[in-house]
């Protein structure tokens, strides 16, 4: 047996010594599939039963101080006709879009199902894919009119709490810290208040939505603390690198649905509360799929590369418009101070560009060399002992030198415990050996 192989054989054993078994066996497996079958059919039947409401109401202009969700004030229908853009057009583009996002998540939990019907935490996750897909049309009709509104209430309460549930128990289905099954108890009682007990908010809007927002903000943090503990100190290698992958969808869902729904709040008249629906229904179909990733540990590895590209480019993106925009200012301002004129100047807008472009790949290099050096530490150690030894292997001659500097640079960015090189003679048949081998660990 090498040594590769008897490493990663202690490294799976101990994994599966710090894994809980969310198997299930026998009379328990045939209940828990009928209770999902039982499930996705009560939520499919209110989701069909639920279009033709849900077309209506994304076809009706709201005259109300508190529209569905959804749908469309009078003020923003207004913003929309310069852009050629119908309450019609907009209701037929959201149908068609929440009807897909519904099937590619429902195609999800069905295959998790089909993969892992005998484990319970992917019984659970593929339930919130099935239903968490159909949220949009169900909450829109739900806080509606329609006389499905109590059944469709009821169903989109089961899946908040399946989700909060999913992710208390991320990854390995136990309550890590103890403490977090109490998060759950009061996100339920919570939950419940704000979905059948509406009419609180009408008539105590100040003092009872301010102290339940924080509530909520209270219990998602945490959440985001136990998951924070669960990956320092309790879970295996694998699980890190699920947990990044939910992680990754479940940062990416709230940030890009803040940015949008703030800008909403401010400027309700605006096209924003046009925006909000789609990119609400987009960004909770990339919640759903990188759930499937870390359920079947696909590719787990490729999230630490997508995190990476996600903080360069984010910060690019961010930066390139922070710096195009305080150009534009400034050179009109220029501009005013020297021609006395405060219209907008076409050479401002080039030069604005032009220097933008010419920023572009110097910045890019410049964050990716401070995020490298700020969170892959080892990755920006490695590269810069590895472009070392390039530099070094131009100038060196000596072959038992070379030798010796490319084993060291081995032992510092791979770190074996165990490293030979062997290299033929010139004129015998003698094979001549260098050996590193790591010193035994400190005693504690």
């Not at 910045?363 to 030894?389: G, N, P």
Request: overall charge positive.
């Amino acid at each position: 047996m090498n040594l590769h192989h008897a490493a990663t054989q202690i490294t799976s054993s101990h994994e599966r010594h710090h894994e809980a078994d969310t198997h299930l066996h026998g009379r328990l497996l045939l209940l828990a599939r009928i209770v999902w079958f039982a499930l996705v059919a009560l939520t499919l039947s209110m989701y069909i039963a639920s279009l033709r409401d849900y077309f209506t109401e994304l076809q009706t202009v709201c005259r109300l101080a508190v529209c569905s969700f959804g749908q469309l004030s009078s003020e923003t229908v207004v913003a929309l006709q310069p852009f050629g853009l119908s309450v019609g057009s907009y209701a037929t583009f959201m149908f068609a879009l929440t009807t897909l996002v519904a099937l590619a998540t429902f195609a999800t939990g069905c295959f998790i199902f089909w993969r892992k019907s005998d484990d319970w935490m992917a019984l659970l996750f593929a339930l919130t894919c099935v239903m968490g897909g159909m949220l949009s049309v169900l909450w829109t009709v739900g806080t509606s009119h329609s006389v499905w509104r109590l059944p469709i209430l009821f169903v989109s309460e089961l899946l908040f709490l399946l989700f909060f549930l999913a992710f208390t128990l991320f990854p390995d289905g136990r309550f890590v810290p103890r403490w977090t099954r109490w998060l759950l108890v009061v996100f339920s009682l919570v939950s419940v208040v704000v979905t059948f007990f509406t009419n609180l908010f009408t008539t105590h809007p100040q003092g009872i939505a301010v102290p339940l927002g924080l509530l909520y903000l209270s219990l998602y943090a945490g959440l985001i603390i136990a998951q924070m503990y669960r990956y320092r100190y309790v879970s295996t290698l694998i699980q890190r690198q699920q947990t990044k992958w939910v992680v990754y969808g479940f940062t990416a869902n709230i940030v890009v649905t803040v940015l949008v729904f703030l800008p909403m709040l401010i400027f309700p008249r605006s096209l924003f509360p046009a925006v909000f629906l789609p990119v609400f229904s987009c960004m909770s179909f990339l919640l759903l799929f990188t759930i499937g990733i870390a359920i079947f540990r696909y590719r787990l590895w490729d999230i630490d590369l997508l995190i990476n590209r996600t903080l360069v480019y984010g910060t690019l993106t961010l930066t390139l418009a922070l710096v195009y925009f305080s150009l534009i200012i400034s050179l009109q301002s220029l501009v005013h101070l020297m021609t006395g004129t405060i219209s907008e100047q076409p050479l401002v807008i080039v030069a604005s560009t032009l220097a933008i472009a010419a920023l572009f790949q110097p910045l890019r290099r410049r964050i990716q060399l401070i995020i490298d050096r700020r969170f892959y530490r080892r990755k920006y150690d490695a590269a810069q002992i590895v472009a070392a030894f390039s530099a070094t292997l131009r100038n060196e001659v000596d072959l038992e030198q070379l030798r010796e500097e490319l084993i060291v640079v081995v032992e510092e960015t791979m770190q074996p415990s165990h490293v030979s090189l062997w290299l033929p003679p010139a004129k015998t048949d003698r094979m001549h050996q260098a050996t590193w081998i790591s010193p035994p660990p400190p005693a504690s």
